[in-house]
């Protein structure tokens, strides 16, 4: 048996940010992210009040910043929180 290095590649490095908006924007915002395939994967927060996560891999972070930028200019989101790895309970 030989000491190989395994070849299966691990799993990406996951960026999460948490955002606040209207509840009545959110639709539109899931909407739009979703538009933008591969971008992100959009989840509403259980029991907050217009919290939403957006999920992505590292990959896609430089393209995430530019949307959510937008998103702030045009529809007055709150960026929460940025975060790499694990998203939070």
Do not use: H, N
């Not at 909407?31 to 591969?38: D, H, M, P, V």
Request: contains cysteine; hydrophobic residues 40%; glycine residues 8%.
């Amino acid at each position: 048996m030989t000491d190989k290095p395994d070849p299966t590649p691990g799993p990406p490095e996951e960026i999460w940010v948490i955002v606040k908006m209207a509840k009545p924007d959110i639709f539109f915002i899931r909407y739009i992210t979703e538009a933008y395939e591969g971008l992100c994967i959009p989840t509403t927060l259980p029991d907050s009040d217009g919290l939403v996560l957006l999920l992505t891999g590292k990959d896609m972070e430089d393209e995430l910043r530019v949307a959510i930028d937008a998103l702030v200019e045009e529809f007055g989101i709150e960026v929460i929180q940025w975060g790499t790895g694990q998203t939070p309970r």
